[in-house]
């Protein structure tokens, strides 16, 4: 690996107090040591491996302006937009698939993909067909009406898309995050991807780079080109070009 990036769980800025959700995320006052601690592994390994200093920020509708603010505080080379809530409760949480109706949560969820794209604040878009984790089926019908503008979204907010592998752990089949159908949307229309193990360990870190790599020649999409994407934060990350 010659490029890595660090993205840790930003804080959960939208909640009151200094650390409102310790089991997932950071505090906000330790925000300043994690980009501490960040850009001096991009100094300790300078030579060896390319370190880009990022975080992952939590997309929550109405708090644009705050995030915006948050995010320019701190010196990073990139930011990962993910929407974690739909209708109020968390995309990971599977006892809500009991009591939900999933046709109005899988709506919600991508309207707020959507609006992420579109605030123009990130620049990679993280694990895009995530909610579908421990979902019953979205209905392809379903999918022919919701991912099209998610896609259009995407490609329009000049930020790439990650291929998230996490969707391989979390539901063991044969999907990442975006699955293949949201996938061939966004090559279709030229976004460019980039590659996330959503590493929560050690032993995750690269995970089933191969198959990402396999399954991006299934899509047609050139792997042996990699090239460079400059984020809106005057770095630039390394990504798969699909036009
Ligand atoms: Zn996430």
Not at 69 to 91: C, E, F, K, M, Q
């Amino acid at each position: 690996m010659t490029i890595f990036g660090v993205s840790d769980h930003g804080p959960a800025y939208w909640l009151p107090g200094d650390h409102a959700q310790p089991g997932t995320q950071m505090a906000i006052s330790e925000m300043g040591a994690y980009v501490a601690e960040a850009q001096e592994l991009k100094a300790r390994y300078a030579g060896r491996i390319e370190v880009r200093v990022g975080i992952e920020a939590d997309w929550i509708e109405g708090r644009a302006e705050d995030l915006k603010r948050w995010l320019n505080d701190y010196p990073i080379d990139y930011a990962l937009g993910s929407v974690h809530y739909a209708l109020g409760t968390n995309i990971f949480n599977q006892a809500r698939w009991q009591r939900e109706e999933p046709e109005a949560v899988f709506r919600a969820y991508y309207a707020s993909v959507v609006r992420a794209a579109r605030s123009g604040l990130f620049d990679i878009l993280s694990h895009l067909t995530a909610v579908e984790s421990y979902s019953p089926p979205l209905r392809p019908e379903l999918a022919a009406e919701l991912y099209p503008e998610v896609a259009d979204a995407a490609a329009e907010s000049g930020a790439a898309v990650e291929i998230n592998t996490s969707g391989y752990r979390k539901m063991g089949g044969d999907e990442p995050f975006p699955n293949r159908t949201m996938l061939r949307l966004l090559i279709e229309r030229g976004v460019p991807l980039t590659f996330g193990a959503d590493s929560h360990r050690p032993q995750e870190v690269g995970f089933a780079a191969n198959r990402v790599v396999a399954l991006l020649q299934e899509l047609g999409v050139d792997t042996q080109n990699a090239q460079f994407f400059r984020t809106k934060r005057g770095s630039t990350l390394s990504v798969f070009p699909t036009r």
